[in-house]
């Protein structure tokens, strides 16, 4: 019974089409090489990684390592090469530009390093816009836009223009536009790099706190103290999986110095 | 995407750099506006040729010989015996036949060298002519062949500048005659030739010139049917001339015969072609603020590509990329469109307005049809010129456009 069930929740999306067992991310010896006039540079190799609903991942590793790349595809931003990706269970290496543009509307969110608010735009709008292109009733936009805003410490500022606010407070409303979705997934990708060591850990406090009401979080950094507030790390170096810890995130930390 | 939302966000988009917005649309406001500024002055051309020609009753045509006809040598086609036929024709209501006298006109030490025609008092219906002082050409002149004249208004003020025409001997080659009558402007430049003729009574003109057996010119009034009176006419002429032309081909014809009717189609349709030609000149000026359009859309693009990326990130399909850009471009167009409707409207009226002083009178015409043309123009314009950098726009990967600064 659960198979036909799984089968006629395929389309649209991939919302609902959850089986049981099946990891939120799975990916089998995925691999990804960019063609540059012929001349292929491998980017990724023979990644196999899960994570469960409700983790919170750092994808930690220096610059070049791949972690953006597999960032990228894991958030539908870019496709696989070979190797598979299965979200909720359902494999995606078929997808058009246009169902992975529905996958990003309705089950992902991202927040950038450069925060990538709309200049001259209010926070409201700035928050507003993904609920533009998925699929929510237009008369519940605004209830949810004003809810996000408030869960960030925002309210008041609702109106104001995202050129008005410090660095801190854009990247807050950065994550109220990854949330008013409720996506099943947050990518963060840098989230601290472009603050303040305060801005910083007022952010990592807010995902956190996401973490611990049921948010599925994807970080990814080269910061060790960034990448500590997660509950697993996995470490990525030269396109390839170094470790991948669960546990007590202090220690996985202190690990991955003593690798290098 | 939701409509609203679409026109909503391409609206942000427009206002977020309004003066460049604004700046680019000037250009589709003078295309636009010299569009509808063209369009309007054609039909006002039209309309004011239309209206001076149709003081000349529908029923007239004229009949002359084919060729150049030259003043003061006669023209062996239309006989007076044709003359006679063609009056006799149940078609016809009457026919004013003319002959060309060529000659100056003195008075005093005034000299003058008007058109001067010898015909009978139906000339005068005919050409809807109006007597402003004494009388008009009568049946008695003509029988009694009178040396008498009446004086287009023009004719009238250049020979006699200060004093009353009527009653005054004037000179007509070495012949005298007395003033009769003067006649009313027809108070428009353009039918100027008219108000300088001289008219004389036929029986005199032909004493003039000898031109005994043929005239130069008829003008006649028909009656009923005017396709009808046209077939009759031209029949009666080829019979009576021996022309075998059942196909009605005119280049086998050895004479005109065409109804005023017929001219004012001719006139509708040169000026139908000058309109045309102007509105296309004027289109020029259109597709050069497109590519205005397209530039700015092409630079707006590239200044926007992280917000492209940003918004394909959240989920914006490349369709909706596509309709923003083009909701952007063809807003600008449309915005720009009805602005030089407005302003093409405003001086087409101003312009209508001085050449009114200028010719008496001068209708101003914008029709719906040609503003809907315009809108329809300037919407195309947006469509035409926007398609390339929304497509741009559309096509952009989503991590290539959000890592560009």
Known sequence: MSNHDNKSAEAPGIAGGKSPSAPLIETINLYKSYFNEDLETPVLFDINLKIESGEFVAIMGPSGSGKSTLMHILGFLDVTTKGHYHFKGESTEEKVQDDLARIRAENISFVFQSFNLLPRTTVYDNVLLPLLYGTTPVHERRKRTLKAIESVGLADRTMFFSNQLSGGQ??????????????????????????DSASGKHVMEILQNLNKEGHTIILVTHERTTAEHANRIIHIQDGRILTDEKGHTKRIASQVKQLK | MLTRDLVRTAMNGLTRNISRSVLTTLGIMIGVGSVVLMISMGASFQKYILDQVSSFSGGIFEIHAKGLQEFGKETQSISTDDLDALSRLSTVESVAPVIFVAGKVRYGTEEITPSIFGSTKEIFSNFSLTVEHGRALTDGDIKGGQDV?????????????????????????????????????????????????????????????????????????????????????????????????????????????????????????????????????????????????????????????KEIGLRKAVGAKRRDILIQFLIEAVSLTLLGGLIGIAGGGVFGFILARLAAKFLGSFPFSLTPGSILLSIGMAVGTGLVFGIYPALRAAKLHPIEALRAD
């Open chain 2, 149 to 305: 004249a009446v004086l287009g208004s023009k004719s009238a003020e250049d020979l006699f500048p200060s004093e009353d025409p009527l009653g005054k001997r004037i000179t007509i080659g070495t012949r005298k005659f007395t003033v009769v009558g003067t006649l009313k402007s027809f108070g428009s430049p353009l039918m100027g030739s008219m108000d300088s003729l001289i008219y004389v009574p036929i029986s005199v003109a032909k004493a003039m010139t000898g031109k005994v057996r043929y005239v130069d010119y008829i003008s006649l009034q028909a009656k009923g049917d005017l396709s009808l009176a046209e077939a009759d006419i031209k029949s009666l002429l080829r019979q009576r001339h021996r022309i075998d032309n059942p196909e009605d081909d005119p280049k086998k014809d050895d004479f005109i015969a065409r109804s005023f009717a017929q001219a004012t189609g001719v006139i509708s349709t040169v000026t139908l072609s000058i309109t045309i030609f102007l509105g296309l000149i004027a289109g020029i000026s259109l597709v050069v603020g497109g590519i205005g359009i397209m530039n700015i859309m092409l630079v707006s693009v590239t200044e926007r590509t």
């Open chain 1, 170 to 195: 854009q990247q807050r409303v950065a994550i109220a536009r990854a949330l008013v979705t409720e996506p099943e997934v947050i990518f963060a990708d840098e989230p601290t790099g472009n603050l």
